[in-house]
């Protein structure tokens, strides 16, 4: 009977979902945005009057001409702009889908006033929603060029409730991977390892941050969603260019030799009704953690110079939008990353000449002895040596096609259907070597086989022990449909996913392990898995308060590759409810309620990783893993001060449990317990958000965010016991990695619209916790883990520019200015030194720093001044801080 549940539920669910989808029910409501400009200089009209014809929506232009009409009606609309002065303008065919924004611009011609007719315009509030009990954070496209950032995740991390740590987000509390990211309402996440997608800036409409009080058609989340809705084409051509360098004409006069341009157009395509829009972002860097691996380079024309940088990052995508009528949409958008890069390993980073002699007397066969290390050539038998080309170059990879097709029903009813199929590929080969040609065994890498020493840091020969080769490809088909009746907005859908995964990876690969094949630790699997959910969801307003209540069922399958031997449940599945109240105090004020259960499946290399008992591997997966969960409570308030300044605060609490970590298990055919990952870690976040947000009106905008919180948990990470020797099991919560208790962010944005601009990023957060470690210390106190705090960081970062109009375009001239006052903070402290050096530790760094209070990494020297006590040499290793102050130019052009 039990096992018949999950499919009742599963067609019960079904069934209400096509019985909700008729017609005859409500509507969706979208945006439409734009800006209204003189049609022969080319410069903004504020304070121009748009409206909806046949309605009472409108809104007025702001300084820079620009608009936004908030929930609008789906369906075709006619749109009229009018301002004393200049003719009147209509267009007509105005489409409008639910949740998405139409872009609409208006150039008006000058012309003689005699009459003005008397309209009445009703400005909608956009920053405030009555009806939802979400906490969200809404992010304009247009920030990412107006702001001093590098990418829509550095944007991210300036909301409230976002804490930003060594490149990786965390919301409220959360782990890194418990975000989903979506792109135009389709879930994007490689299954296997996680991860974050990553868009051409230019390619961005909008991006909503959701960080608590999610609806039930969001799963597979634990902390949060990014929602990305990408660019459309207009009913005109347009586009716009952007170029930004560090480079001033030399070689010492650069900071990273950095280059990024980006290029985003659309407009009609050639066939009636469809439109399309194209862009491409391509950034070249050898970043700030410079190696010295020699990259090819070649010139055109003599002076042009092309070819690898350390970094190498390309981001192409094009959207087709086909419009059938007045009722259908059809869209099909192509997507395409690669990137390329080095990564910088400090004992990997000491260039210069290996003394080399060939032996005969071992085996007979010549074979070549390593001796000692110089920076010069002391004789003809020392040969250059270069350790960063002997590092791996990471490949990834990622494409993704999919179609949405739109069908408004009638007035009231409107559904989508969306398909899409993305892969990840990721590559990471020393020298585009196989496994099997990697040279010198570990710990060899620091032997002098002459003279019979041994390095204490730096390496001096061989191989990056490190071997990868791993593809997923993934499947996706998931249907809404939304509508209205008698107070109730109702939606319901389903989404079903199969995935593809394929797996090499290799430490050691120089090794023979047990198996016979290459690699001391080896995973080498291939795996399918299918998995789908169901949702259902209403907002009903009732008597001036709005109940949200939902409910999803999620299934997930291991698939039928595993013995049922080695799995008790093929199929893991819940429900999870969502519950939540907003009650409307004013049309300025709301007040929301919300409970929910979330449910995330692990990254699946948790649950595929090999098994058997001659695995070569540190940690066996567990096809028995059930899914990690988040019991969270909110509650917020959200208040208009103007029209055009809005503050939202919000509290919450969350109760996380069943988060994996490798744990010793006695199991069958091993005679000791191994490590197996289980459900058995716990954790828990507390705290609460305030923001304030000014909207650009006289001639400034922006936004002042502070995030108190508190994460803790027993571990981190799910692998930290392979890591560290603990006196005992941690059973009690400490801080976390990422619990920085007070974060303060702000930006400040003025302009002159057409004229010039000027944006400020300033950031400041309390320091993050970590764990004091003693030197011949053994065993590790899980009482003393993240028991101290590193110092405060503080960044502030500026851009500035100049606008200027040319035969009717826009041409902009900047500078941006990031980490302006040099401010030296600590990024990481311990930055990973594997392989460990043969005297080393794993903590010496950490060491150092709890003796002497300086970062930057340190190494056991010996006893160097005779005193009995081992020293520690400094080694300043640029990975501990984070980048200096850099300054760059570049120049736009819009058309």
């Known amino acids: 009977m039990l096992r018949q549940r999950p499919l009742l539920v599963l067609g019960l669910l079904l069934l209400l979902t096509c019985f909700v989808a008729s017609p005859g029910f409500s509507q ?23 409206v909806v014809l046949g309605t009472t929506l409108g809104a007025m232009a702001l300084d820079d001409g620009s608009f936004v009409i908030e929930k ?91 804490i930003a740590q060594g490149g990786q987000l965390h919301f409220r509390g959360g782990r890194t991977g418990e975000v ?79 280059d990024k341009i980006s290029i985003g157009f659309g407009g009609p395509f050639l066939i009636k009704n469809i439109t399309y829009f194209m862009s491409y972002e391509g950034t070249w860097e050898d970043t700030y953690l410079k190696t010295s691996e020699i990259r090819s380079r070649y010139k055109i024309l003599d002076f042009i110079s092309l070819g690898d940088r350390q970094s190498n990052e390309s981001k192409f995508q094009t959207k087709l939008a086909y419009r059938i009528g007045s009722s259908y949409k059809l869209t099909a958008e192509y997507v395409q990353n690669y990137s390329l890069e080095d990564r910088y390993y400090h004992q990997w980073s000491r260039d210069g000449y290996v003394k080399v002699v060939n032996d005969t007397a071992t085996s007979g066969e010549v074979t070549q002895q390593y001796g000692g290390w110089s920076w010069y050539p002391v004789d003809s038998t020392y040969l250059p040596y270069d350790p960063a080309e002997h590092t791996p170059n990471y490949l990834n990879k990622f494409h993704q096609l999919k179609t949405v097709w739109t069908h408004t029903v009638s007035k009231d009813l409107f559904y989508t259907l969306k398909l899409s199929q993305h892969t990840y590929k990721s590559e990471a080969s020393v020298l585009d070597k196989e496994a099997w040609e990697y040279q010198i065994r570990y710990p060899e890498y620091w032997y002098n086989q002459v003279e ?58 120089e090794r023979v392990n047990s198996l016979g094949t290459y690699g001391a630790l080896r995973s080498d699997y291939h795996y399918y898995n299918p998995e789908g959910a169901v949702y259902v969801q209403d907002r009903w307003d009732h008597e001036g308060m709005v109940l949200n209540i ?92 103007t029209s055009t300044i809005f503050g939202q605060f919000s509290v919450y609490y969350k109760d996380i449990f069943g988060l994996l970590t490798a744990q010793e298990t006695v199991v069958e055919d091993s005679p000791a317990p191994i ?119 503080t960044t502030l970062d500026v851009q500035a520019e100049k606008h200027y109009t040319i035969w009717g375009q826009h041409l902009t001239v900047f500078l941006q200015g990031m980490n302006l006052l040099d401010a030296k903070n600590i990024a990481n402290l311990e930055p990973s030194n594997w392989p460990i050096a043969p005297y080393a530790t794993s ?29 520690y040499y400094p080694v300043n290793d640029p990975r501990v801080w984070q980048e200096g102050a850099l300054v760059r130019m570049g120049i736009g052009f819009r058309f």
């Not at 009703?122 to 702001?147: F, Y």
């Not at 499946?601 to 899914?627: A, K, M, W």
Request: without cysteine; aromatic residues 10%.
């Open 28 to 50: 969706g409501t979208g945006k439409i945005a734009g800006k209204v400009t003189d049609a022969k200089t080319g410069e903004a009209l504020g304070f121009a009057n748009v």
């Open 72 to 162: 609008v009606p789906v369906g075709v609309h006619s749109v009229r702009v009018m301002m004393m002065g200049y003719d009147l303008v209509t267009k007509t065919d105005v489409a409008v889908d639910a949740g998405k924004t139409t872009v609409v611009n208006f150039s008006l011609s000058t012309k003689v006033v005699k009459t003005l007719e008397e309209v009445k315009v009703t400005g909608e509030r956009p920053d405030i929603d009555l009806e939802s009990s979400m906490t969200k954070h809404v992010m304009e496209a247009k920030e990412l060029t107006q702001l001093p950032v590098d990418s829509f995740q550095d944007a991210i991390a300036l909301r409230s409730g976002v």
């Open 180 to 258: 989903l990211y979506m792109v135009d309402g389709i879930p994007v996440r490689d299954p296997l390892v996680g991860g974050a997608v990553d868009l051409a800036t230019l390619a961005l409409s909008e991006s909503e941050i959701l960080l608590g009080g999610l609806d039930a058609q969001y799963g597979n989340a634990q902390s949060g969603v990014v929602n990305i809705s990408t660019k459309e084409g207009g009913s005109t051509f347009s586009g716009e260019l952007r170029y930004l360098t560090d480079d001033y004409g030399a070689k010492d006069k650069t900071f990273n030799n950095y």
């Open 452 to 509: 019979g020493d041994v390095e204490p840091f730096y390496v001096t020969h061989g191989d990056f022990p490190v071997f990868w080769d791993r593809q997923t490809n993934v499947w996706t088909f998931k249907g809404d449909a939304t509508w209205k009746k008698r107070g109730h907005t109702l939606q319901s859908g389903f989404e079903g996913t199969y995935n593809d995964m394929q797996l090499l990876s290799i430490s050691y690969p």
């Open 550 to 641: 939902g409910l999803r069922y999620d299934a997930f399958s291991v698939g039928d590759q595993i013995d049922a031997s080695e799995v008790a449940d093929r199929v893991k599945d819940q429900v999870s409810p969502r519950v939540g109240i907003a009650y409307p105090i004013s049309d300025r004020d709301v007040l929301s309620f919300h409970y929910g259960r979330y449910y995330q499946i692990p990254d699946r290399r948790y649950v595929f990783e090999d098994r058997g008992s001659t695995s070569p591997v540190t940690v066996r997966g567990n096809p028995d893993l059930s899914n990690e969960t988040t019991i969270s409570y909110q509650a917020a308030v959200q208040h208009m001060f």
């Open 675 to 793: 490590l197996v990952y289980k459900n058995q870690d716990y954790a828990s976040a507390r705290g609460f958000e305030l923001s304030l947000r000014k909207r650009f009106s006289h001639n400034f905008g922006g936004e002042l965010s502070y995030t108190y919180g508190i994460a803790s948990g027993v571990a981190s990470d799910p692998d930290a016991q392979t890591r560290t020797p603990f006196l005992y099991l941690p059973i009690a919560e400490q801080p976390l990695d990422w619990d920085q208790r007070h974060t303060v962010n702000a930006s400040l944005y003025m302009s002159v619209p057409d004229q010039w601009s000027v944006s400020f990023v300033w950031r400041y957060g309390t320091g993050f916790p970590y764990t004091p470690v003693q030197r011949n210390q053994r065993e590790q106190d899980p009482a003393v883990i993240n028991s101290e705090r590193l110092p405060s960081t």
């Open 843 to 871: 903590d010496d760094y950490t060491i150092y720093y709890t003796e002497t209070g300086r970062a930057g990494g340190a190494y056991n020297a010996g006893d160097v001044n005779g005193d009995g006590i081992d020293d």
